[in-house]
């Protein structure tokens, strides 16, 4: 399994970089992502939310990384230090 990073900045090459959030369903899509993580900052949470609706994909597992913070939360639970609560 490997990961990446999708970029906001459509200039944005750098490493880790495996495409633009323009094109965040053909990059699941093409690269058969299984988990999105969001963090909050440069997204607004409404436009996170726009994204969790754009790219709903069945086995997909959708998640808010809050900055700062100790857990992720995604559909249906709550992941806190290496533990997960449904």
Same mark, same amino acid.
């Given at each position: 399994?490997?990961? #990446? !990073?999708?970029?906001? $900045?459509? =200039? $944005?090459? =750098? =490493? &880790?970089?495996? &495409? *633009?959030?323009?094109?965040?369903? $053909?990059? %699941?899509?093409?690269?058969?992502? !299984? =988990?999105?993580?969001?963090?909050?900052?440069?997204?607004?949470?409404?436009? %996170?939310? $726009?994204?969790?609706? %754009?790219?709903?994909?069945? *086995?997909?597992?959708?998640? %808010?990384?809050?900055? &700062?913070?100790?857990?992720?939360?995604?559909? &249906?639970?709550?992941?806190?230090? #290496?533990?997960?609560?449904?």
């Amino acid at each position: 399994m490997s990961a #990446g !990073r999708i970029s906001i $900045d459509s =200039e $944005d090459k =750098e =490493e &880790g970089v495996i &495409g *633009n959030i323009a094109d965040i369903k $053909d990059i %699941i899509k093409e690269k058969k992502v !299984r =988990e999105v993580i969001f963090t909050p900052g440069k997204l607004t949470y409404s436009e %996170i939310i $726009d994204c969790f609706s %754009i790219i709903s994909v069945k *086995n997909l597992s959708l998640k %808010i990384a809050y900055p &700062g913070e100790k857990y992720l939360l995604g559909s &249906g639970s709550v992941i806190t230090h #290496g533990k997960q609560s449904f």
